[in-house]
C-alpha cells in the first residue's frame, strides 16, 4: 500500500512538474512574442504610416494603364543629360552645381525606369511642336523654380539665338520665358504658401515665422487665368511647425492665430481649390499638382554616420522604398484629400507623384556646389555639412525627369 502511495505521490509531482514546464515555456513564449511585437512595432508603425500617406495610386498616377510613378533609378550615361549646364544660360546660381565646383557629372546620368512599362520620351523640337500657341505656368516656391528652369533648359537647346527670351513680368512675381517661333511661354510665378504671406517677395524673403492670410488668394491668382497649363506646388515652406494666421478684418500684423502646419496647409488648400473651381475654365486648362520632394540631412538613415548628410554623396539609394524622415507624408495625404474633393466636384486635378522616386536621390542635391547669397562664416568654411543645400536639385539632373513625367501627360491632350 504504502508503495502505491509513493508511486501516486511520484506521478502526482511528474505532472505538477510537466505541468509547470508547459506553463514556463508558454510563458517564456508570451514574452519573446511581445519582445518581437515592441521590437518591430516602431517598423510596422512607420510602413502603416506609409501606407496611409502615399496616395493612391489608382487615382491619379494611373497613364494608360501605367503606374509611371512606382520604379526604380536605371544609370544610362548615353540618353542623359538631356542637356549640358552649360548651354543654358537660365540656371540660378541655387542649382547650376558644375560651374560652381562640382566635379562629379554621374549624378545627370540617371533615368527613371516605371514597373512594368517605359516613360515616354520626346525631343524638344517635338514638345515645342505640340505646346505651340500654349502658354505652361509654373506657380510655387523654389522646388517649382527648380523645375521651371529645367524645363526651360530642356526646351531651349533647340531654339536660335533671337528667337527665344527670358524676361521679368513688371510689377509682378513671375518671370517668363518664349519661344517666340512657337508661340509657347513658359512662366513661373513666385507664391511659396499659395495664399498671401510674408514670404512673397521672390528674394526677400529669408525669415522663420510663416505669416499668412488664409483666404487671400486673389492678390496672386489673378495672375494665373487664361493659362493652357498650370502646375502647382507648395511643400517646402510648409515644413514649419506652426504658422501664423493674420485676422483677415485687420491690417494690424499683431493680431493673429497661431496654427500648427497641417491645420493650415490644409485652411490654403480649401482656399485654393474653392477659387480653381471658381476661377478656371477647365475645358481650356490643365491642371497639376507636383507631391513634396525629399531632403537628405540625415545620412545615418542610409547607412552613414549621425552627423552626415547629402555632402559627398554621389551614389542613389538602393533599398527598395525608401523613405526619409523629413517627409510629412501627413503632408501629402491632406493634398490627395484636397484633389479627391476636386475631383467629385468635377475639376480634375492631377497629381505628378515624384515623392517616392526622389527619396533615392541623395546624391542629386547641390549640397556646398551652389551660389551663397551671404557670405559664408569661418564657422561654417569649418563644417561645409553645415551649409550643405539638401533640398534643391542640381541642374541637369532630378527635376528633368519631374519635367518628363509631366509632359507624359501634358502631350497626351495635346496629340
Not at 512574442?33 to 512595432?41: D, E
Not at 520604379?71 to 547650376?96: E, M, Q, R, T
Not at 538602393?318 to 479627391?340: P, Q, V
Request: net charge positive.
Amino acid at each position: 500500500m504504502r508503495k502505491k502511495k509513493q508511486l501516486g505521490k511520484y506521478m502526482w509531482d511528474v505532472k505538477h512538474m510537466v505541468e509547470s514546464i508547459l506553463i514556463i515555456f508558454f510563458i517564456m513564449g508570451a514574452l519573446a512574442t511581445i519582445a518581437y511585437y515592441y521590437v518591430n512595432m516602431e517598423h510596422d508603425h512607420e510602413q502603416q504610416l506609409i501606407k496611409l500617406y502615399t496616395p493612391n495610386h489608382t487615382a491619379y498616377d494611373s497613364l494608360d494603364g501605367c503606374d509611371l510613378f512606382s520604379g526604380k533609378w536605371v544609370h544610362d550615361n548615353h540618353s542623359y543629360p538631356l542637356y549640358k549646364d552649360l548651354d543654358c544660360p537660365y540656371i540660378f546660381g541655387d542649382f547650376a552645381c558644375g560651374p560652381y565646383g562640382r566635379l562629379d557629372s554621374s549624378y545627370q546620368q540617371w533615368r527613371w525606369q516605371p514597373h512594368g512599362c517605359t516613360l515616354p520620351r520626346f525631343s524638344s523640337k517635338e514638345v515645342l511642336e505640340r505646346l505651340r500657341g500654349k502658354r505652361i505656368l509654373f506657380v510655387g516656391d523654389s522646388v517649382n523654380r527648380n523645375q521651371w528652369v529645367s524645363m526651360v533648359c530642356m526646351l531651349q537647346t533647340v531654339i536660335p539665338l533671337g528667337r527665344k527670351k527670358m524676361q521679368k513680368v513688371p510689377n509682378v512675381s513671375m518671370l517668363t520665358f518664349k519661344a517666340l517661333e512657337y508661340n509657347v511661354s513658359i512662366d513661373f510665378y513666385w507664391a511659396p504658401l499659395l495664399v498671401e504671406s510674408n514670404g512673397d517677395h521672390p528674394t526677400k524673403h529669408k525669415t522663420n515665422d510663416r505669416i499668412v492670410r488664409i483666404k487671400s488668394i486673389e492678390h496672386h491668382a489673378k495672375n494665373w487665368v487664361n493659362v493652357d497649363v498650370l502646375v502647382f506646388n507648395s511643400y517646402l515652406w510648409w515644413r514649419m511647425p506652426t504658422l501664423k494666421i493674420l485676422n483677415e478684418s485687420s491690417e494690424d500684423s499683431k493680431q493673429y492665430n497661431i496654427v500648427d502646419n497641417h491645420r493650415g496647409y490644409r485652411m490654403v488648400m480649401k482656399t485654393w481649390s474653392d477659387w480653381l473651381f471658381t476661377h478656371i475654365n477647365h475645358t481650356r486648362t490643365q491642371s497639376y499638382f507636383i507631391s513634396m520632394t525629399a531632403t537628405h540631412h540625415r545620412g545615418v538613415e542610409w547607412g552613414g554616420k549621425s552627423d552626415e548628410n547629402c555632402l559627398n554623396e554621389t551614389k542613389p539609394i538602393t533599398k527598395d522604398e525608401f523613405w526619409e524622415t523629413g517627409s510629412d507624408l501627413k503632408m501629402l495625404r491632406i493634398l490627395e484629400s484636397s484633389l479627391n474633393k476636386l475631383k467629385a466636384r468635377g475639376v480634375k486635378v492631377e497629381m505628378i507623384n515624384i515623392t517616392q522616386l526622389t527619396q533615392y536621390r541623395k546624391d542629386a542635391h547641390p549640397s556646398i556646389y551652389r551660389l551663397h547669397y551671404s557670405p559664408l562664416t569661418n564657422k561654417q568654411l569649418s563644417n561645409p555639412s553645415s551649409y550643405a543645400d539638401c533640398t534643391h536639385w542640381c541642374l541637369p539632373g532630378v527635376p528633368d525627369v519631374w519635367n518628363e513625367l509631366l509632359l507624359a501627360y501634358i502631350l497626351r491632350k495635346h496629340k
